[in-house]
């Protein structure tokens, strides 16, 4: 049960253990537990899309059901997006933060955001990104490499 806003992504207080402990048995789906302002502050729709891609984890996945690896790699990749993001936009930590939009260049670099139909760029993957919107926000994601 978490009161008010998380920690900020890119903060010393958004660690492992924290990610661990704030999705452990929750049933909601991974994509909507980070969502979550109360989990963790400001990650916006589009950066929520890139992470889950790159640590391998379907958006759809029950929170708690993420396996310990991928969720180390969920760890990782939130703070890569981000700061890929930041980097390619000269944007600012608190820009990215409520937008849900691409900062600067980093649309560029987007590895399943927008390019339903087209094939994942994973290492040794040949699915195809696969596009779905529920609740105004839309998912894209690698059914083959993502879990
Ligand atoms: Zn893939």
């Known amino acids: 049960y978490f009161k008010g806003m998380g920690p900020e992504p890119l903060g010393n207080e958004f660690h ?9 048995g929750k049933k909601t789906s991974i994509k909507a537990a980070l969502l979550d ?5 400001g990650l916006g729709n589009i950066y929520v899309v890139e992470a889950l891609h790159r640590a391998g984890i379907a958006p759809t996945r029950a929170a708690g059901r993420v396996c310990e690896a991928r969720l180390e790699r969920l760890y990782h990749a ?15 930590l608190s820009d990215y933060a409520a937008v849900d939009g691409a900062q600067g260049g980093f649309q560029h670099r987007f590895r399943v955001y927008g390019r339903e139909g087209a094939g994942c760029v994973a290492a040794g993957c040949s699915g195809v990104i696969a596009r779905k919107t529920h609740g105004g926000r839309s998912s894209f994601w690698c059914p083959r490499c993502q879990r």
């Open 78 to 92: 939130i703070r890569a997006v981000l700061e890929e993001a930041i980097e390619a936009g000269g944007s600012t």
């Open 16 to 24: 492992l253990p924290y990610l661990k402990r704030a999705l452990s």
């Open 37 to 41: 302002q109360r989990l963790v502050a």
